[in-house]
C-alpha cells in the first residue's frame, strides 16, 4: 500500500484554535497509509501581485511545502459567513504568480469546526469555490460541518465521544481513498 503525505492547513492563528484541535484529532484517527505535516500561514505577509516579480522567503516556502506533500487537508474556521482572511492569503500566494498555482491538480478536502451548529458549512462552500478555481480535485463526499464541543474533544485530539470519532476516522480513510484515486487518474502537475 502506497503511503501520501498529506499537508494540512488550519485556517487560525489563534494559539488555542478548536480547528487546531480538530486537526489533531484527524492526524490520530487517519489511516496508517497518511503521514501528516503542516504547512504554516502565519508568517505571510498580505499578498500583492507586486511580489510576483520577487516572491519573498515566506511565499517561496509555502509553495514549497505545497509542492512537496501529495494532497492537501484545509481545516477551517468561518469568519463573518466565509473563510477568515488568512487562510484565503495563504492560498493566494500558493496560487500565485500567475502560471504557477502550486495547488494544480493537488487533491483536498475540506473541514472546520464551529462552536454553532452549522459548524463551518458557509465558509467550506466559499473554501470549494475559490479551490475549484484553483484546479485543485477535492473530496466532496463526505461533507464535514463538526460543532465542537470541548467534553468531545480533549486538546491533544482525542474523540471522546463515539459517534463522532466513527464519523472523523471515516472521513480520513475516504480522504486516503480519494487522494490515492486522484494519483491514479490525473497527472502528476509539471
Known sequence: ???????????????????RTLSKALIRLAPPQ???????IKDLPLYNRDYDVDYP???RAL?????????????????????PGVLKNAIDWGSRPWGDNSFTLKPSAVIGASPGKLGTAIAQLSLRSVLGY?????????????????DV????GDVLDDSTKRFLTGFMADFATFI???HSTVPSPG
Open 63 to 83: 509553495k514549497a511545502a505545497i509542492t512537496a506533500v501529495d494532497a492537501v487537508l484545509f481545516v477551517t474556521p468561518e469568519s463573518n459567513r466565509s473563510i
Open 180 to 182: 490515492a484515486r486522484v
Open 57 to 59: 522567503p515566506q511565499g
Open 134 to 150: 484553483c484546479n485543485s480535485p477535492q473530496m466532496t463526499s463526505p461533507e464535514a460541518y463538526i460543532q465542537f464541543h470541548p
Open 34 to 40: 497518511l503521514t501528516f505535516t503542516e504547512i504554516p
Open 153 to 156: 474533544f480533549t486538546p491533544d
Open 1 to 19: 500500500m502506497r503511503t501520501y503525505t498529506v499537508g494540512y492547513i488550519v485556517g487560525s492563528l489563534s494559539k488555542e484554535s478548536i480547528n
